[in-house]
């Protein structure tokens, strides 16, 4: 493979790029680098906006996506005991955030579910992922920047596409 001069990225859109594996692992690296940065700090702000802590967040998160619902399932998924896993539901319940209820079948099964007002934080919350690109973009300088623009313009479409589809699909389970 050859260089590709990453101005000539931002000059011609139409014609594809080459990049040596050199290129691509440091482009790569780079993004992945500033994406974990930009994004925890924006998903802590998030939830603490919240009044949630990271853990609450994973439980709910998990419902929200419809992951897991009962604590033994959370536990395994998260890497936690169980006991854990129900204390922080019980921190959600309390916020009213989710619902417990028994399996009719086997009562000692414990199953959780959002409330409305769950539904509606999580979807605040995966909502604002619109907002990561822009926080992302901004962690960028230069080169890496033009690059980002066009990986950006390619796929910006498709995450608002997949952000309210799910959205739709899991706040219609919820009611």
Not at 47 to 74: E, F
Not at 91 to 106: E, V
């Given at each position: 493979m050859t260089n590709c001069n990453l101005e000539t990225i931002s000059k011609n859109k139409s014609k594809p790029h080459i990049f040596t594996d050199i290129d691509m692992y440091s482009i790569?690296?780079?993004?992945?680098i500033v994406v974990l940065?930009?994004?925890?700090?924006?998903?802590?702000?998030?939830?603490?906006?919240?009044?949630?802590?990271?853990?609450?967040?994973?439980?709910?998160?998990?419902?929200?996506?419809?992951?897991?619902?009962?604590?033994?399932?959370?536990?395994?998924i998260i890497g936690v005991s169980p006991p854990n896993i129900t204390r922080y539901a019980e921190?959600?319940?309390?916020?009213?955030?989710?619902?417990?209820?028994?399996?009719?079948?086997?009562r000692r099964v414990v199953k959780f579910e959002l409330?409305?007002?769950?539904?509606?934080?999580?979807?605040?919350?995966?909502?604002s992922y619109k907002d990561l690109p822009k926080k992302v973009e901004n962690g960028l300088v230069g080169q890496e920047y033009s690059i980002w623009k066009i990986i950006t313009e390619q796929i910006e479409k498709k995450i608002e596409k997949?952000?309210?589809?799910g959205a739709n699909n899991i706040y219609s389970h919820a009611n």
């Open positions: 790569i690296e780079q993004f992945a940065r930009e994004s925890r700090a924006h998903l802590k702000e998030q939830v603490s906006a919240k009044s949630l802590n990271y853990n609450q967040w994973l439980v709910l998160k998990l419902i929200y996506l419809r992951r897991a619902d009962t604590p033994k399932h959370i536990a395994d921190q959600l319940n309390q916020k009213q955030l989710i619902k417990r209820s028994n399996i009719a079948d086997d409330t409305s007002k769950g539904v509606h934080v999580a979807n605040k919350i995966y909502s997949k952000i309210v589809t």
